[in-house]
């Protein structure tokens, strides 16, 4: 039966727990790209040229080089330049965690700095008639606005995210297809092993897909 | 005209048949130098696997680009060297000819541990050649040949490291080994408590050794001879935990395969060939000689 090999590795380092390492890095490193990229965007549409540049020169790099690289820059060479990312065991874990977040923080930043833009250049200047500072205007008109014009592309950013979070395998984080190759090179049942992998990461990712098209319709409604 | 034409096709045909018959006589014994490796070339049975090779007139090896002193791929001049790829090069002999050069007729595919048994499943390489343990498991999927090198597993530590002495002193410590390896499955039999750290291939747990993030690497001793070679700030200590017998994988089916490449092996050791790749390859790391895998 296809998948039934997920159950027949009752140890440690099988696919149950390589399904919890994936939800936690997932989790994690999205909560982190959601705040690196809020605050990545917010320089990027800033009235100050040099945090504009700060913003963009992020961008640009975290996007055009491949994550991959990146992953093994965190993992092989920090320690070259001081850097520990946590004790020998936790390390893997760490650098896949920084590098899904510093990743898809540029991404989540082209985003929301896109929903800043679209937000009605009227309703900026009523609010600043009324008052309101320039990080308040950011703060209580364009941001709440731009949450809810976000929410689709952010979905797929996301499921990019939890796909993605399989690279960490190569840098030994225990994760889901590290639980896939270890079982393939103990049973050499290669269809079996990386179907299992593929099953999992859908049973994850298409509750998100459902997840983010009901957020889209009730969001729509509301406004 | 037409017949004119017709008539020079005949001459050129004819010319054609001669100059065979002169390249199949030298078969024969005589010394016709310019023929020399048309001579050579071995004969093999039409339903064997040596002269599908033969006619393909391609030898796909697999083997592995990163395993000093077995297989690598000499970063300075891109070739293929090692004592795994040696006793390729004299396989391919076999099949071709002796004055054939091995590299012209060798396809070079490089695998990892991981990739050696899809390598030859999936076709993309004809036998594979890289440190290979003959074990049960894997004889349910693919064959092998009789045993070409005998090693044993070890454990490789910082210079400075007295904790560590022999595998149970591994559990609670930090090992790096090869995924997927048989080597990962001996320390998880031996050490269950030992936190492994397990990458594609060995030159990554250098550097986590070096960076201290590993407290230790463990595999076949001879390649830890090979890491060794590359730092000497470390060490090999204990005993052999296992004993890993390395074989020449091939997919299964491939008829007289098995009995010829035993053969060939056999020959290597008799004539001195083995001995000379193991001094050659194993003796600067080792510091002894053998004259066959048993070491007698």
């Known amino acids: 039966m296809p998948g039934g090999i997920v159950f027949e590795f009752p140890d440690q380092y099988l696919f149950p727990s390589g399904l919890w390492i994936t939800i936690q890095l997932s989790v994690l490193s999205l909560l982190g790209s959601l705040v690196l990229g809020t605050l990545i965007a917010v320089l990027r549409v800033s009235p100050l040229a040099p945090l504009r540049w700060i913003g963009a020169g ?72 009324l008052g309101l500072s320039y990080l308040q205007t950011l703060r209580f008109v364009q941001l709440p606005q731009t949450f809810r014009s976000v929410v689709p592309p952010l979905g797929n950013i996301a499921i990019a995210l939890v796909k993605n979070s399989s690279l960490a395998a190569t840098i030994g984080v225990a994760e889901v297809l590290f639980a896939g190759e270890i079982v393939e090179s103990r ?3 290669a269809d079996e092993a990386y179907g299992s992998v593929a099953l999992l990461y859908l049973v994850l990712t298409i509750p998100m897909g459902i997840g983010v098209n009901w957020l889209e319709r009730r969001l729509v409604v509301a406004r | 005209m ?23 006589a030298g078969t024969g014994g005589t010394t016709a130098a310019p023929s020399a490796s048309a001579a050579a070339k071995p004969k093999f049975e039409l339903s064997s696997f040596m002269y599908a ?16 002193p077995f297989g690598l791929k ?13 006793i390729a090069r004299e396989l391919a002999k076999g099949i071709f000819g002796a004055n054939v050069n091995p590299d012209d007729v060798i396809e070079y595919v490089s695998v ?38 005998k090693t044993g597993q070890k454990i490789m530590v910082k210079k400075d490291n007295t904790s560590i002495k022999e595998v149970a002193d591994l559990n609670g410590k930090n090992v790096c080994s090869g ?25 990554p747990c250098l550097i986590l050794l070096q960076q201290g993030r590993v407290d230790a690497i463990s595999t076949d001793e001879t390649i830890l001879f090979g890491l060794v070679k590359q730092d000497p700030n470390t060490k090999i200590v204990g005993a052999y935990f296992s004993e890993e017998p390395y074989g020449i994988g091939f997919a299964k089916g491939k008829v007289g395969f098995a009995e010829w490449m035993n053969a060939e092996l056999k020959k290597m050791v008799d004539d001195g060939r083995w001995a000379k790749i193991y001094k050659q390859w194993i003796t600067p790391v080792s510091g002894d000689e053998k004259k066959n895998p048993e070491g007698k």
Do not use: M
Request: charged share 20%.
């Open chain 2, 74 to 86: 000499n970063p300075a001049t891109g070739k293929f060297e090692g004592f795994d790829v040696d």
């Open chain 2, 112 to 149: 990892v541990s991981a990739t050696r048994i899809p390598t030859l499943k999936d076709n993309r390489a004809d036998l594979v050649i890289a440190t290979f343990t003959i074990n049960g498991d894997r004889k349910k999927q693919i064959d092998f040949s009789d045993v070409y090198f």
């Open chain 2, 2 to 24: 037409r017949s004119h034409w017709v008539r020079l096709g005949a001459i050129a045909l004819a010319a054609l048949f001669v100059a065979a018959a002169c390249g199949g």
């Open chain 1, 187 to 189: 049973t050499f049942r």
């Open chain 2, 179 to 203: 995924k997927g390896s048989t080597s990962e499955t001996n320390i998880r039999a031996k050490a269950p408590q030992a936190n492994l750290n397990l990458q594609d291939t060995y030159p």
């Open chain 2, 53 to 68: 090779i033969q006619t393909k007139g391609k030898l796909r090896l697999g083997t592995r680009d990163d395993n000093v």
């Open chain 1, 58 to 129: 992020y961008v640009e790099f975290f996007r055009n080089t491949p994550l991959l690289v990146q992953l093994f820059f965190l993992y092989f060479a920090t320690p070259y330049v001081g850097i520990y990312l946590g004790t020998p065991e936790t390390f893997a874990f760490n650098a896949a965690l920084l590098g899904l977040a510093l990743y898809h923080a540029a991404y989540v930043g082209e985003v929301v700095r896109g929903g800043l833009i679209g937000v009605e250049h009227g309703q900026i200047e009523a609010a600043r008639s």
